[in-house]
């Protein structure tokens, strides 16, 4: 699937999580970019940013996971839902097989995962990319956080929805693109290259329908801003100019975490797929390696 992309695949905690590689395949922990892909995407979010990579013949490797229930990734067992904090936990156990700390990046819901990743685990994460995402969904009103419970808590126990077949794949990346994707059709059709299947009848998303519930609570703005407090590595927030954030809400947040570095990208919320990933790659490498040799002389100075 997809050109130079290396399939590969993880079991943690009984949860066979998919994943896809392009670029070195010898390139260590510390040239290693692992991304997490946004609500009802998959790993081929970040195709276009692969091949990208792989064309530049850097010395760096950009693995794209499928988060569970999403691409070529398990479902969660019938008694465990997807709630944000569990995504993080698993993810969590994923990057522990790695030989060292990685540079993790996050579109969308996988930039908040990535965020809570970098601020509990900083063991883990050498540096951190949000793309089209600075903070996390907040819930500041206790009649919403309890109707969202409710709520999401009726939709566990009642039977879901589950789409009908279409008839081809062009119908199947019509109907993404209607049902509220902001992507454009060629970004819509990677996704749904690999996040549905061709049954006899008919082609099936493989998505959990479950992963639309969401999560049971959200953190109020006062935790999001502690806990955005608690990321220390370098940090790097690449928000599209036509995305979801605008100046005002980003300068706010830059308030509380000064050590954000904020970048605008022509585009909208899957700018990453869309907007020259070859200029973007060229970018977020650079980016990465003013961290690391930040990294370095903070190391030097402090006898490390």
Not at 21 to 29: Q, R, Y
Not at 242 to 249: L, Y
Request: charged content about 20%; hydrophobic content about 45%; aromatic content about 8%.
């Amino acid at each position: 699937m997809g050109d130079a992309c290396r399939e590969q695949a993880r079991v943690v905690r009984g949860v066979r999580m998919a994943s896809c590689s392009w670029g070195s395949a010898a390139a260590p922990a510390a040239r290693t970019l692992v991304c997490l892909h946004g609500w009802q995407d998959n790993a081929w979010s970040f195709r276009a940013l692969g091949e990208a990579v792989a064309a530049s013949g850097a010395d760096w490797q950009l693995t794209a996971l499928d988060l569970p229930g999403h691409g070529l990734s398990d479902h969660l067992p019938a008694a465990q839902f997807y709630n944000l904090w569990d995504y993080v936990s698993l993810v969590i156990d994923w990057l522990r097989a790695d030989t060292g700390p990685v540079w993790l990046c996050g579109h969308s819901m996988g930039g908040m995962i990535a965020s809570v990743l970098a601020a509990v685990r900083p063991d883990l994460v050498r540096g951190l990319v949000t793309l089209d995402m600075f903070g996390l969904a907040t819930d500041d009103s206790p009649t919403d956080q309890v109707s969202r419970l409710v709520r999401v808590l009726r939709e566990q126990t009642e039977p879901l929805a589950v789409s009908r077949p279409s008839p081809d794949l062009a119908h199947a990346v019509a109907r993404r693109q209607r049902f509220g994707s902001p992507a454009t059709a060629a970004a819509n059709q990677h996704l749904v290259e690999r996040g549905a299947e061709e049954t006899a009848t008919g082609w099936v998303f493989r998505l959990d329908p479950r992963v639309r519930l969401g999560s049971v609570m959200r953190l109020t703005t006062e935790q999001v801003i502690a806990l955005g407090g608690m990321i220390h590595c370098p940090w790097h927030a690449i928000l599209g100019k036509q995305g979801m954030f605008s100046q005002r809400v980003v300068q706010r947040g830059q308030m509380h975490w000064p050590q954000a570095r904020v970048y605008w990208w022509p585009g909208n919320h899957h700018f990453h797929m869309e907007s020259a990933p070859e200029a973007l790659w060229n970018t977020m490498r650079g980016l990465l390696h003013a961290a690391a040799d930040e990294l370095e002389d903070n190391q030097n100075s402090q006898g490390v």
